[in-house]
């Protein structure tokens, strides 16, 4: 998938391993979500291997990249697109060498200047669950990196219809989201909701 192809990704779904996952990645994506990560820290390798084969076949079918959470190796294996670390985890010129792209997340000013990749995630806008410990990072961010950031970039954290257009209206242009869709009777509905927040 090139690095260019971001560019026009406006959705991005990050999701756990769960047992419907086929027609949840089939729901999410009717609704709008155009990129899929896979991020599940419980499961051990094999099955979480398992897991990304499927999000492999249904992102495949669809032509969207799939990433793959910290893990380059599977990444590799699952025929994934891109890899997603930290700023603790592997350096991105070391997931570089695996033949994948990196996405990165980043949670402040300088982190944003001096970030490589092909794109970045900024947060966590609101505080969230899934990043428990960080404090969140406000709007004050997301308006920084829509006037600095050099890569695409998604806010993300905390990120619901409800405070969508908020984040949007900071400078935001790709939303990252969990809990919105992950947690949703109706996963098609809800990623439409986030979808008509955002500008094409």
Same mark, same amino acid.
């Given at each position: 998938?090139?690095?260019?192809?971001?560019?026009?990704? $406006?959705?991005?779904?990050?999701?756990?391993?769960?047992?419907?996952?086929?027609?949840?990645?089939?729901?999410?994506?009717?609704?709008?979500?155009?990129?899929?990560?896979?991020?599940?820290?419980?499961?051990?390798?094999?099955?979480?291997?398992?897991?990304?084969?499927?999000?492999?076949? %249904?992102?495949? $079918?669809?032509?969207?990249?799939?990433?793959?959470?910290?893990?380059?190796?599977?990444?590799?294996?699952?025929?994934?697109?891109?890899?997603? %670390?930290?700023?603790?985890?592997?350096? %991105?010129?070391?997931?570089?060498?695996?033949?994948?792209?990196?996405?990165?997340?980043?949670?402040?000013?300088?982190?944003?200047?001096?970030?490589?990749?092909?794109?970045?995630?900024?947060?966590?806008?609101?505080?969230?669950?899934?990043?428990?410990?960080?404090?969140?990072?406000?709007?004050?961010?997301?308006?920084?990196?829509?006037?600095?950031?050099?890569?695409?970039?998604?806010?993300?954290?905390?990120?619901?219809?409800?405070?969508?257009?908020?984040?949007?209206?900071?400078?935001?242009? $790709?939303?990252?989201?969990?809990?919105?869709?992950?947690?949703?009777?109706?996963?098609?509905?809800?990623?439409?909701?986030?979808?008509?927040?955002?500008?094409?």
């Amino acid at each position: 998938m090139p690095a260019a192809d971001l560019g026009s990704r $406006r959705l991005y779904l990050i999701a756990p391993a769960r047992a419907d996952l086929a027609d949840f990645l089939e729901a999410a994506i009717r609704g709008g979500v155009d990129l899929v990560q896979i991020r599940d820290k419980q499961l051990s390798d094999r099955p979480l291997l398992e897991a990304l084969a499927t999000a492999r076949e %249904v992102t495949a $079918r669809h032509g969207l990249p799939l990433v793959v959470n910290d893990r380059p190796d599977l990444a590799v294996l699952a025929g994934a697109d891109f890899v997603h %670390v930290g700023q603790d985890d592997l350096p %991105v010129e070391a997931v570089r060498r695996f033949g994948l792209g990196v996405g990165l997340s980043t949670h402040a000013r300088r982190e944003i200047d001096v970030a490589e990749g092909d794109y970045l995630g900024v947060g966590p806008v609101h505080a969230t669950p899934t990043k428990q410990g960080r404090p969140p990072v406000g709007l004050d961010l997301v308006r920084y990196a829509a006037e600095r950031a050099r890569l695409p970039w998604f806010a993300i954290g905390g990120i619901d219809a409800e405070n969508a257009g908020d984040v949007v209206a900071a400078g935001a242009r $790709r939303l990252a989201v969990v809990r919105a869709i992950g947690d949703s009777a109706d996963p098609e509905r809800a990623a439409r909701a986030l979808r008509d927040c955002l500008p094409e």
